[in-house]
């Protein structure tokens, strides 16, 4: 079991209400974060400048939202939260697909709608429970075996913080295990392109976690 807090959902469900009485005082491609107008295409370009203005605030650097990866967001956070697209209108309707990479592990996950939230649009909650579903997979036995002796030593003490016998991937990452940011990476990494771009998650620390 892993002790919950309840300032973590206070500041989310602040974060949301931020979010949505802002986008009220945008323009008129970004007033209703729901709203879906074909007229607009995706940039033939993003660039870093210009994802600020794609990517949902929540998501960006300037807007910090926590949520530690150790639990599961389904669970810990608000529906309404994971509810919102992860990107602006109008181009939450015509993103469908993106990749998420790691700053220091060749990982890859693709993100697409789910219809646990109702399959339409990339929301937040399903770059959430992605990640999250990706971070708690078991290590391989392979991955440890080629592993410095360091990282193994910080893997090991995360998991026995956790109160978990099994070792995942999350406790590659230490005491940095809460969500930081994405940034725009580029339209490709290596032979895979993404329709709405390659971002780069980044980490921030986590709150320390004990076993009850």
């Known amino acids: ?16 209400s931020h979010y949505k009485s802002a986008s009220r005082g945008h323009s008129d491609t970004t007033r209703n974060i729901l709203s879906y107008d074909p007229q607009y295409s995706i940039p033939k370009k993003i660039t870093s400048e210009l994802s ?21 967001c389904r ?28 700053q220091e592990w060749d990982w890859k996950v693709e993100i697409m709608p789910s219809v646990y939230w109702g399959g339409d649009v990339i929301t937040i909650g399903d770059v959430f429970a992605t990640i999250y579903l990706h971070l708690d997979q ?15 030593r910080i893997a090991k003490m995360r998991c026995r913080e956790r109160g978990d016998r099994t070792k995942r991937r999350i406790d590659w990452l ?35 976690v004990l076993p009850t």
């Not at 956070?77 to 919102?84: A, R």
């Not at 078991?138 to 193994?152: C, H, L």
């Not at 809460?178 to 971002?199: D, I, P, R």
């Open 1 to 16: 079991m892993i002790a919950s807090s309840s300032g973590r959902l206070a500041s989310v469900t602040a974060n949301c």
């Open 52 to 72: 600020s203005s794609i990517l949902c605030p929540i998501l960006l650097e300037q807007t910090s939202i926590t949520y530690d990866f150790v639990e599961d």
């Open 75 to 102: 669970i810990v956070l608000e529906k309404e939260l994971l509810s919102m697209p992860a990107f602006r209108s109008p181009y939450c309707g015509q993103i469908k697909k993106i990749l998420i990479i790691f």
């Open 138 to 152: 078991p290590i391989r036995q392979v991955t440890w075996n080629n592993t410095s002796t360091e990282r193994k």
């Open 174 to 208: 230490g005491g940095t295990s809460a969500f930081g940011n994405l940034k725009f990476f580029g339209h490709s990494v290596g032979e895979y392109t993404a329709e709405g771009g390659v971002w780069l998650i980044s980490f921030a620390p986590g709150r320390t």
